[in-house]
């Protein structure tokens, strides 16, 4: 199975300022064929249900703020949040679908410092 | 509104059995790849099972194969996950999920999950 590997376990950013989750998937998520990195984000809020937030490794789903972005490839991927707002407090995961079992990271709680 | 449901809360002795249920609407169905997610108390999430549009393929993790059998009845638009041989870290929110048309890609629609909990 593909471990998906997430730091910090929590992070605390200010209002404003740019907050950095990284994943790191045992064995690149790479499809050579169509230089797709098979990988997603997901933003959790409390008492509500996953969002996807970006496939892919980095296009955006359709109506979240272009304040989060993915970048990465391989097996090494960040999601960064450009100027953090108090609305973005949740827990976020990667996922990865290029094998079977999918699997997800442990998941970075984002607090407000 | 495009909207997956599941079916409300359950309480079930150790060993035994339940079929989850998650209801359809917005959407073509039939056209998607399905998923079962779930998430035990204050834990992160877990990929449990999905099927093919059709039905002809299931894929399961280890930690439920020969326990759980995921299907679905695109007539009634509508996925299942029969759950048996319960154990105590079968405990969870279990949410039910679309993936892709093409292929299971990510999951872009979710529903607001079902509790499960196993105790005596």
């Known amino acids: 199975d593909f471990v998906m590997t997430q730091s910090p376990d929590s992070l605390a950013v200010s209002l404003g300022e740019r907050a950095t989750i990284n994943c790191q998937s045992s064995?690149?998520?790479?499809?050579?064929?169509?230089?797709?990195?098979?990988l997603a984000w997901y933003q959790q809020k409390p008492g509500q249900p996953p969002k996807l937030l970006i496939y892919?490794?980095?296009t955006r789903e359709s109506g979240v703020p272009d304040r989060f972005s993915g970048s990465g490839s391989g097996t090494d991927f960040t999601l960064t949040i450009s100027s953090l707002q108090a609305e973005d407090v949740a827990v976020y995961y990667c996922q990865q679908y290029y094998n079977t079992p999918r699997t997800f990271g442990q998941g970075t709680k984002l607090e407000i410092k | 509104e495009v909207q997956l449901v599941e079916s409300g809360e359950h309480l079930v002795q150790p060993g035994g059995s339940l079929r989850l249920s998650c209801s359809a609407s917005g959407f073509i169905f039939s056209s998607y790849w399905m998923t079962w997610v779930r998430q035990a108390p204050g834990k992160g999430l877990e990929w449990v099972a999905n099927i093919k549009q059709d039905g002809s393929e299931t894929y399961y993790v280890d930690s439920v194969k020969g326990r759980f059998t995921i299907s679905r009845d695109n007539t009634k638009n509508s996925l299942y996950l029969r759950v048996s041989s319960l154990r105590a870290d079968d405990t969870a929110v279990y949410y039910c999920?679309?993936?892709?048309?093409?292929?299971?890609?990510?999951?872009?629609?979710w529903g607001r999950g079902t509790l499960v909990t196993v105790s005596s």
């Open positions: 999920a679309r993936g892709g048309a093409d292929w299971d890609w990510y999951l872009d629609l």
């Open positions: 892919w490794a980095s």
């Open positions: 064995q690149s998520v790479l499809y050579s064929s169509n230089n797709k990195n098979y």
